[in-house]
């Protein structure tokens, strides 16, 4: 059984930077991919980007390219996501997500497919 644990998330202003941070526990780290989402007050929630479970591949949602980065660090069996330029809109619960890879190079952006789910973090960006 992984156990997730996010951290990071606050109350930043609109332009300003936040880390979110996934601390896996219960599992082998390097053969999960992992992925984030989010979900904001009256939406579903969605995808906002993966890394293979290699970290040789990742993924983005059109609305977080070029201002988000996602990463992973297998000695800390912990993934990032760098939130640069953040906007109003990017104010949401913020999910880490992860799921046996039977390949390693392979990234996931469907939330019906991942196993295991941290609590989330709450990020609001202020205008």
């Known amino acids: 059984q992984v156990q997730l644990v996010e951290s990071g998330g606050g109350l930043v202003q609109a332009g300003g930077s936040l880390r979110l941070s996934c601390a896996a526990s219960g599992g082998t780290f390097s053969l999960y991919a992992m992925g984030w989402f989010r979900q904001a007050p009256g939406k579903e929630r969605e995808f906002v980007a993966a890394?293979?479970?290699?970290?040789?591949?990742?993924s983005y949602a059109d609305s977080v390219k070029g201002r988000f980065t996602i990463s992973r660090d297998s000695a800390k069996n912990t993934v990032y996501l760098q939130m640069n330029n953040l906007k109003p809109e990017d104010t949401a619960i913020y999910y880490c997500?992860?799921?046996?890879?039977?390949?390693?190079?392979?990234?996931?952006?469907?939330?019906?497919?991942?196993?295991?789910w941290g609590q989330g973090t709450q990020v609001t960006v202020s205008s």
């Open positions: 997500a992860a799921k046996f890879a039977l390949s390693v190079g392979r990234i996931i952006s469907l939330s019906s497919e991942y196993d295991y």
């Open positions: 890394i293979s479970a290699s970290g040789g591949g990742t």
